[in-house]
């Protein structure tokens, strides 16, 4: 509850700090950083918000593609801004980390953003995990599966 009515507080001081501030460069950072903040799908302490000449900058690293594209929808739909320069990447799984534990090895090559998976693995759910992981890393535009499934 006391999380819920300071969050409420900032939400209010920040709006009031943006009135005061008007369609000025310091006034269009702080109504996006409120936006952020009040957003589920956002993590507000992982994007940095700088605005110059009412051109908005977000940049920080975001768990998904979804906060990524709601940050930059949120900064576009701000009064005032004129512009967004979208510097947000998202996380990216450890590929080392899911060829050690889903398989006894998995290569991974890429190439103009197609990725290749090549070896081994333990059953068909770690072979679907990988590719999934892979599909999911954002700038893969194509996985070719090239994975097999060790029996015994």
Not at 5 to 12: E, G, K, M, R, T
Not at 94 to 116: F, H, M, N, P
Not at 123 to 131: E, G
Request: proline content about 1%; overall charge neutral; charged content about 25%.
């Amino acid at each position: 509850m006391f999380k819920r009515i300071s969050l409420v507080c900032v939400i209010v001081a920040a709006a009031a700090l943006a009135i005061g501030c008007a369609q000025s460069d310091m006034g269009i950072t702080t109504k996006v950083k409120t936006k952020l903040m009040a957003d589920s799908t956002v993590k507000s302490t992982e994007i940095k918000v700088e605005t110059k000449d009412k051109v908005v900058t977000l940049s920080g690293e975001v768990d998904n593609q979804a906060a990524k594209d709601q940050a930059v929808a949120l900064a576009r739909g701000t009064e005032g801004v004129s512009d967004v320069v979208d510097n947000i990447t998202v996380k990216t799984p450890q590929t080392a980390s899911a060829g050690t534990t889903l398989g006894e090895k998995i290569d991974v090559d890429t190439r103009d953003g197609v990725v290749s998976l090549t070896g081994s693995v333990k059953s068909q759910a770690d072979k679907d995990q990988a590719l999934r992981l892979a599909r999911e890393t954002s700038g893969v535009k194509d996985v070719q599966d090239n994975l097999v499934v060790k029996t015994g």
